[in-house]
């Protein structure tokens, strides 16, 4: 009985915050340094194709800035909290959807172009990855922002600071 009651407290949370369906994972990011505004939302949505993930910024700097999913569930330390990359085979880092998980890693989600305006969308559906089971699930994990571009080289593409982060959850 405690299960249903959490579950309909969680329906209930996401009719008042904008919908969130059940067995969707999502994570607030928000800004890793001192008075930063930068804030946003990652969506982790399973479907038959994937795992669809859609990331939304505001207040970020403009241009293109590495993306990743790193491998613990924490933002402290100005993000270094969330590790590594998450890499569980420990293969060379690169971008997942086009290099597949033998030549890139597991988190490598790439670059979000960030507008003039500070905001930013990234939707992208990656075959490799799950919620919630498996070797390939992101569940429990952080998503983090990154000052610079990820240009793909060793070992972690070079994306400089970690300027947002944010912890993935899963609705029950
Ligand atoms: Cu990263
Ligand atoms: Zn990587």
């Given at each position: 009985m405690r299960g249903h009651r959490r579950t309909w407290e969680w329906v209930f949370a996401g009719l008042l915050t904008g919908c969130v369906p059940l067995g969707q994972g999502m994570a607030a990011l928000q800004g890793t340094?001192?008075?930063?505004?930068l804030s946003g939302t990652a969506r982790f949505t399973p479907m038959d194709g994937g795992l669809r993930i859609t990331v939304t910024v505001a207040q970020a700097p403009p241009g293109r800035h590495g993306i990743h999913i790193h491998e613990q569930g924490g933002c402290g330390d100005s993000g270094n909290a969330a590790g590594g990359h998450f890499n569980p085979d420990g293969v060379p880092h690169g971008l997942l959807p086009k290099d597949g998980l033998t030549r890139a890693h597991a988190g490598d989600l790439g670059n979000i172009e960030i507008g003039a305006d500070g905001s930013g969308t990234l939707t992208l559906t990656v075959p490799a990855l799950t919620l919630r089971d498996g070797p390939y699930a992101v569940a429990g994990r952080s998503i983090i922002l990154h000052e610079k571009a990820d240009d793909f080289g060793q070992p972690t593409g070079n994306a400089g600071g970690r300027i947002a982060c944010g912890v993935i959850a899963v609705r029950p």
């Open positions: 340094q001192a008075g930063s505004t």
